[in-house]
């Protein structure tokens, strides 16, 4: 309860109490009449026109006073309505005021709603724009890794027949070459093998030079296998293929012996290729 009612308050208990005394002081009075005299012989007697002059005094005396106090009381009760006017005045006031504040709460209440309806729509729209931003993402991420994709295919196709091509080239060249060292290395073989069959000839006719024909028959011939070391010397001989003529054979093997080192060429490749041959000698050639 405010201050202001509670005054409200004390002034029509006020006024109610005022209320109750009028009443009491309004009620009308004996008039105290003067004690009879003791002394009945020496009683004066009384003017009655002075008799009446009081008693008109004393009733305008109370008239007044009663006047006074019926004033008193209306204008305490005048107060009584004015500060229930007021205390009714103030009431409406602060209904009033607790409506507006309800209308203004309820109004603050709906713009809360409103503003969070709003935030709840923008954030949908957010949402919505984010989810279509990142379908194009994804969707131009995809455009890009199929181009991507495609380009590599294209770059891959592309290398690939570039190697297809390369190698049929190597193969074609590598073929051109093989078949040019192939034609090199035939030539290189017949000229090597004219060499050694000269060397050959050469080593059968420093054989014969030593050879003894006394006494054999004609028409004799055996088979070396002859291993060599540069230079022409001999490291191992045998027969492979005997004459049949023991003989034959020995002198063979003698003559082969005093012949070395036997005639080779200088070249150490075509050394190689007869630093074990075989010679089948024969002393009548």
């Known amino acids: 309860m405010s ?89 409406q006031r602060l209904a009033a005021v607790k409506k507006k504040k309800q209308e203004e709460e309820k109004q603050r209440v709906q713009e809360q709603q409103r503003l969070a309806e709003l935030k709840k ?12 931003e990142e379908k194009k993402r994804q969707a131009e991420a995809e455009r890009k890794r199929a181009e991507e ?35 090199r290395d035939a030539e290189q073989a017949r000229q090597d093998q004219k060499t050694i069959n000269l060397y050959g000839e050469r080593i059968k006719r420093a054989i014969r030079q030593e050879f003894n024909t006394v006494g054999l028959p004609e028409g004799l011939s055996c088979v070396f296998m002859i291993r060599m070391i540069p230079g022409g010397q001999v490291i191992e001989s045998h027969i492979v293929k005997s004459s049949g003529n023991d003989v034959f054979d020995r002198r063979a093997e003698t003559a082969l012996s005093k012949a070395a080192p036997l005639p080779v060429p200088d070249d150490p490749r075509v050394f190689e290729k007869m630093r074990e041959i075989r010679i089948e000698f024969a002393p009548q050639e």
Do not use: C, W
Request: net charge positive; proline share 4%.
């Open 149 to 183: 994709e495609a380009k590599q295919l294209a770059e891959a196709k592309r290398k690939a027949e570039e190697e297809k091509k390369r190698k049929a080239d190597e193969e074609a060249l590598q073929k051109q070459l093989a078949e040019e060292q192939a034609q």
């Open 3 to 91: 201050s202001r009612h509670i005054i409200y308050s004390l002034l029509l208990h006020l006024a109610a109490a005022g209320l109750l005394i009028v009443s009491f002081d309004i009620a009308p009075r004996p008039i105290a009449m003067p004690p009879p005299s003791a002394d009945v012989v020496n009683a004066v007697t009384v003017d009655s026109k002075q008799v009446d002059a009081e008693l008109n005094r004393l009733k305008d005396q109370e008239k007044r006073k009663r006047e006074q106090e019926l004033k008193r009381l209306q204008n305490l009760q005048n107060k009584a309505r004015q500060a229930e006017q007021q205390r009714k005045a103030e009431e």
């Open 121 to 132: 729509q923008k954030a949908e729209v957010e949402q919505q724009r984010k989810a279509e």
